[in-house]
Structure formats: C-alpha cells, structure tokens
C-alpha cells in the first residue's frame, strides 16, 4: 500500500486561480481565447510586441516558447495581464444592458487571455525551475493576482448581475453544464463574502492580500530551508549501505557546494527520507532524520513557526467575517464532504484500526530488532531501516532486487503510455522540436483513439535543488469548447537523477507515483467541457484525487507490469515469483503510511478549526497537543509533514484539504471493485470509466456522478479490505 502526495498546481489548482500562492479557494475566470479569434484580434494591453506573452504562441497547442522567455517576460506580462483583466471585469460589472447568461457568466469567462498565458508558464517554472529572480516576483505578484479575486467575487455590481440571473434560472432555457455553471459561480461569489458589507469587504480583501503574500514567503523560506538543512557527510563510512549510484550523486551534490570529498544528502519534502531506509549507521539515520525534522524550525530567517501561526490567524479573521465558526467549516461548503463533521467521522471509523495495525508494525519490528540484538529501542529514523529488513525476511522481498526491473523511461514508455492505450486507447508520439524550460523535459503528443491528435504532454521527473518538493500536475493550456483550446498537461516528480552513464532506476514507490501523476493527466486530456471554469481537474480538492489514486492500480496489472518491468541489464522480464513478492508486500507498513498521512490530516483540519482570535505562541505545542488530541501522537509515526514545512496546507491551496488523500482512496478503491466485478483491464471498462468519471470534470455533481458509474454511493468496505485494517 503506497500513499502518494503531489500537488496539483493548476495554478493551485486550477479551480482557475491564477497563481499557485493564490489562497482564497474561488475560480478566477482566466483563459484563453481561441487561434481564430485570437488571430483576428488586435492586443489591447501595454504590453510590448517584442515580450513573448504579447500574442498567443504560434506553437503548437499555443504552448509557450520557452527558448525565448526571460525571466524579466514574466513580470511585464502578469503585470499587464493583471491590469487588462482588471479593465475587462469592470466592462462586465458596468454593462447597462440587462443582466444575461451570455453577458454576464459567458463573458467572465473569456476574461483574462493575456494574464493566463503568462501565469500559467510562469506557475510551470516557479514551481519546477525556479531563481531568486522568479521568487522575488512570487511574493511580490500573489497580493496583486488575490486582487483580481476581489475584483470578482467582491465586485457589488458584478454581483447583482450574477444573482439576477440566478434568481431567474427557471425561466432561463440553459443546458445542463451552463446550469451547473450558474449555480457553481453563485456560490463561489458567496463563499468569497459577495454579500459582506463595503467595509467588511475592505477588511477582507486586506486579509486577503496579506495570506497571499504570506504564502508565497513560505514557499520560498521552506525552498532555502530546505538547502540549508540538507545532511553533510564527512566519512564516506557513516555512509555504508548506500547504492554505489547514491554515493555518487550525494557526492555530485556536495561538489556543486564546493564541498570537496564529502557527500550532501538533500532533504525531500517529507518527514522521512528515502536514504533512511539503507543506511546502517544509526547516527547518521538519526542525523538525516533530524535534519529533515527541524529544517524550518532553527530560529534563523528560515523558520516558519511564527508565519504559519499568522496565517492561520489570518486564515480564522476571514473565516469570521463570512459568518462561519472556521476555515474549515467555511472552505469545505462546496467540497464533497461539505463540513469538518463529516471528515471527523470518516477518520473516527478509520483511526482507532489504522493506528492499531501501526502499533502491531511496530511490535514486529521491535521483536525482529532485539533478535538481532541490537540492543536499541524503535525510533522514527530507525523505522525505515529495520522495516525494510523486515519486509526483506518476512516476504524476501530487497528493494534492491526490484530497483534493476524499473528504469525510468520503460516505466513511462512500455507502462504509463502502454496502460493509457489499453485502457482508453491513447498513443503517444515524442516531440523534439518544442521548446522546453529545462533540458530534462520531454514533450509527447497525444492521439486518441481515432489516431487523432488532440492534446500535448510534459514530464520532469528528475530532482533538482530549485524544483519544489513532491510531485504534481497542471496545464500549460485548458480545455475547453468555449474557447476553442485542447489540453497541454505536465507531470512534474523528483526522482534521484542516475550519475553520469547511469540508468535511470527507480523504486516501486516511483513507479507508483508516475501512474498516480498520470492519472491526473488522464483527467485534464480527456476534459469535454464548454467552460474553462468547470473543465478537467477544477474539481472539489475531496475528488480530484479520485482518477489519479484509481490510475495506481494499473501499476501492478498483470499485462501492464510484464510490459514494462523489464531488468535494464539481461532483458528478462520480471519474474512472477518477484510480482507474487511485491503484491504479498503490497500492504506491509501500511499502518505506518496510513497514520502519518492522518496525522497531517488531522493537523491541517486542527490548523484550520482555530477559532477567531486564538493565539498561538508555539507552533510546535499545538502541533503535540492536537496529535495527542487526535488519538494519533505515536511516537515511534510521526506525521507525514510537520506544520513548519507542510507546504501543501501554508503554500499550495490544500488548506483544509489534506484529508482528500484518504477521502478519494474510499472512491477509488470503490470504484476499482466495480472494475474487478466487470472483467476488469478493457477498452469497454475504460470508455465506462472516461465517459461517466475522467471527461465530466466539474459539469456534474459529485456524488451523483459516482453513482452513475458505481451505482450506489461511495462504500469505506471496499478501501478497509485493501488496506486490510484490523477490527
């Protein structure tokens, strides 16, 4: 069982924010008009004609020509951009003409054409690709993007238009996904405080101004964090039982640092870090582990403590001024969850067996431990270590022995690719001929089944000191009808890059993690929609992860793994002795993984229940007592994320959110079974799948499109059978 963390940056994440630091959860109307349209179309900005953002590419897919980009481009053009939005929502607002679906709703979305084309590059390479110069604009951008949330959602006017015309929706001859359009945009307006008092607004659009930059600091100080608090080894002997390519690259590292003969082990963005599970010097586990523990919380210009602190505070006031008793309570209306309630007792049925099977982990490993004497008590930097010879005895199954099966471009190539094309008929064809951001970058087209081109797709898969943690997925152009634009997706990862010569192989892990990303890709390249706002992956945070955690199985499919798990040296297909490990395997640990997930959970939501005026003085004290309160303070499982470097909550748009990991594992394990009921791995199954799930994007209810493929509403059974939790 392998739990996955990524984000979707679309700009976080997509629900058309437009810029990944953006954190009031509302759409922005930002998108691009189509070739002809655009074409025909003179530049009404300021922006100079020789600035690459000035007119729509002339690229394939209008994908942004990044041999030409400056660093100074971006600036130049988010600035007009930013401007020129501003003009076309006050157009709107100030319309005399009767407010109408067409005037109003259709018009907003065709907002914004300039400032999506360069935001949208601009959220690829602050993410994937970053320097000073790109973090500087971060947090100088964010306030000034979360204006033009205002400008919308706290616009009188404009409002007046909008609820007009949805009082007067049953006498409106509106298909369904401009039904769904309505009804989602008013209550967007709602949640952003549409309907607060001018002063309440000013008060609001000051906090909101104010978050935006806060988080986009702490992006950028959990980036330098991060440098500064990777491991330095001195003697290559604290470091025995690393692979010869390890040693390698960790040496590579220390080099660029200037820091002859020894080696640099960078931090990952997780609490534990993949080297922890085969180092066998204990001191320099501890080490490692501890570096990575205390990265932002060293009293020094990178701590995070007190900033995060402020958000939360800022993140309560706003809660306030809409009416509502949390963040929380306020940012999950229009989730599939709907309250906090709801997530509490989704982990109430969860907890008390997830950290049962946790404890009995840890029991075992103890037991193994003092067998083989080593005379040491369980710690959280030892748990990797002694589990993975654990895992090795109990199922003979040495990571090592697997790692030679999985190289990286046969894993995308012979299994994402081959997986797609079984399933819903996709082809691929690479593309050298279009400019990349980074020399490491791969372009494919996509043809569908018809053999027709209709999307492209990125991967940057190796890691680099100024990517952000994890891995995550975004367009660098949407979809949709209304426009006349098809998808360009990527997929962004941080996979070890293999030493000079080296292949390129990777853990099970890995593998599961490029089938995770590609799920979220599948569901931006089949998107179907009319409006940008409500296409692809613009979806509630508590189901965007359904497609992407549903893609994992594919990963251990019979046709699919003897395709592509091919040893890089003899050319021997896996054998099925090393699958029947693997999948014996597959739930070993799991109530480790499972527990530190919730346990971030539960910070998130414990975070984000504060009550307004609540002040914190010790990020760290809360962090204890809301795990003691949870029922989760394992001391041996500590969370995936501690609150001073969990980005996904402070920097990413997940405020509130990070329970969907969990809440998407009960759809997709459900949905997986119907599969499994209906000959599972087919083109039928799979055209089921993307015509009722992966191609609806935003134009349906949640809950009433899983039960139009599952035919009843999502079951917890079927993911407790998975993980095989104790009762």
């Known amino acids: 069982m392998i739990f996955i963390d990524y984000f979707i940056r679309k700009p976080h994440f997509m629900i058309k924010k437009l810029f990944a630091y953006s954190c009031v959860g509302v759409v922005l109307f930002a998108s691009t008009l189509p070739l002809n349209a655009q074409d025909k179309t003179q530049a009404n900005h300021k922006l100079l004609p020789n600035n690459p953002f000035y007119s729509p590419s ?3 897919f209008q994908v942004p020509d990044f041999s030409v980009i400056k660093n100074a481009d971006y600036k130049e053009a988010l600035e007009a951009g930013i401007e020129e939005q501003m003009a076309e929502i006050q157009t709107i607002a100030n319309n005399k003409a009767l407010p109408t679906f067409q005037n109003t709703l259709v018009a907003l979305e065709k907002t914004g054409q300039l400032l999506t084309r360069a935001n949208n590059a601009f959220n690829l390479v602050s993410g994937a690709n970053t320097n000073p110069e790109l973090q500087e604009l971060q947090e100088l951008i964010a306030p000034k993007l979360t204006a033009i949330q205002d400008a919308i959602y706290l616009n009188s006017k404009l409002f007046k238009r909008v609820e007009t015309i949805y009082n007067n929706r049953a006498t409106l001859n509106l298909d369904a996904e401009s039904k769904r359009l309505l009804a989602y945009q008013y209550q967007q307006f709602l ?39 990777a491991l330095v080894v001195d003697n290559i002997d604290d470091l025995k ?27 990952k963005n997780t609490t534990q870090q993949p080297a922890l599970q085969s180092l066998q010097v204990r001191q320099t586990r501890e080490n490692l582990f501890k570096a990575s523990w205390s990265r932002a919380e060293k009293n020094d210009s990178n701590d995070t403590r007190v900033l995060i602190a402020k958000i939360a505070s800022i993140r309560a006031e706003k809660a306030k001024l809409m009416g509502f008793e949390s963040y929380a309570a306020w940012k999950l209306q229009d989730q599939m969850a709907k309250t906090p309630a709801a997530v509490n007792d989704f982990f109430a049925k ?4 997830v950290t049962k099977k946790a404890k009995l982990e840890a029991a075992e490993i103890q037991k193994f431990m003092d067998e083989q004497k080593a005379g040491i008590t369980l710690e959280p930097w030892d748990w990797d270590y002694y589990a993975e010879q654990v895992r090795k005895a109990k199922y003979n199954l040495d990571e090592k022995e697997v790692k030679p099966y999985f190289q990286l471009n046969m894993v995308l190539e012979r299994g994402v690719f081959f997986a797609a094309k079984q399933i819903y008929g996709l082809t691929f064809k690479e593309r050298k001929d279009i400019p990349v951001y980074q020399s490491d970058v791969r372009v494919f087209e996509v043809l569908d ?62 593998v599961t993690t490029m089938f995770h990303e590609f799920g979220h890709a599948l569901h931006g390249l089949f998107a179907n929609q009319q409006y940008p706002t409500l296409s692809g992956t613009n979806v509630a945070r508590d189901y965007v992860e359904f497609p992407s955690q549903f893609n994992e199985h594919w990963a251990l499919h019979p046709t699919v793994l003897k395709n592509y798990a091919v040893h890089y040296q003899t050319g021997e297909t896996i054998p099925q002795s090393l699958i029947d490990k693997i999948k014996r395997a597959g739930s070993f640990n799991g109530g480790y993984k499972l527990t530190e997930a919730i346990a971030a959970a539960s910070l998130d939501l414990q975070w984000h229940n504060l009550k307004p005026g609540t002040n914190i003085l010790d990020a760290g ?34 405020a509130a959110g990070y329970y969907a990991y969990q809440w998407t594992k009960m759809l997709e394990e459900d949905a997986y079974s119907w599969f499994e009921e209906n000959g599972g791995l087919t083109r039928a199954n799979g055209q089921r799948f993307r015509d009722l799930i992966l191609s609806k994007g935003n134009s349906e209810d949640y809950n009433t499109m899983f039960l139009k493929f599952r035919g009843h509403q999502p079951d917890i059974k079927a993911m407790q059978k998975y993980l095989e939790l104790p009762k």
């Not at 978050?211 to 991060?226: D, H, M, P, T």
């Not at 809301?626 to 997940?654: A, D, E, M, T």
């Open 191 to 229: 949640m952003a405080g549409a309907k607060l008092s001018y002063e309440e607004k000013e008060k609001l659009k000051q906090l909101n101004a104010e978050e935006a930059s806060l988080g986009a600091k702490f992006g950028n100080q959990l980036l330098a964090a991060a440098k500064v608090g």
């Open 621 to 654: 004290n809360f962090e204890k007592e809301s795990l003691l309160k949870s029922g989760l303070n394992l001391s041996q499982v500590p969370p995936r994320y501690r609150s001073s470097y969990f980005l996904h909550i402070w920097g990413n748009g997940y």
């Open 58 to 60: 002339k690229l394939p």
């Open 449 to 510: 089944k018809d053999d027709k081109t209709f999307a492209l797709f990125y991967c940057d898969y190796y890691k680099r000191d100024n990517k952000n943690g994890g891995a995550w997925m975004s367009n660098l152009v949407g979809q949709s009808k209304l426009l006349g634009t098809k998808p360009v997706i990527y997929n962004v990862c941080n996979f070890s890059k293999p030493s000079e010569g080296q292949p390129a192989l990777i853990s099970f892990d890995d």
């Open 241 to 267: 039982g690393l692979s010869v390519n390890d040693l390698d690259v960790y040496a590579q590292n220390a080099k660029a640092k200037k820091l002859e003969g020894k080696w640099l082990i960078p931090l």
């Open 350 to 353: 969860l907890i008390p067996s």
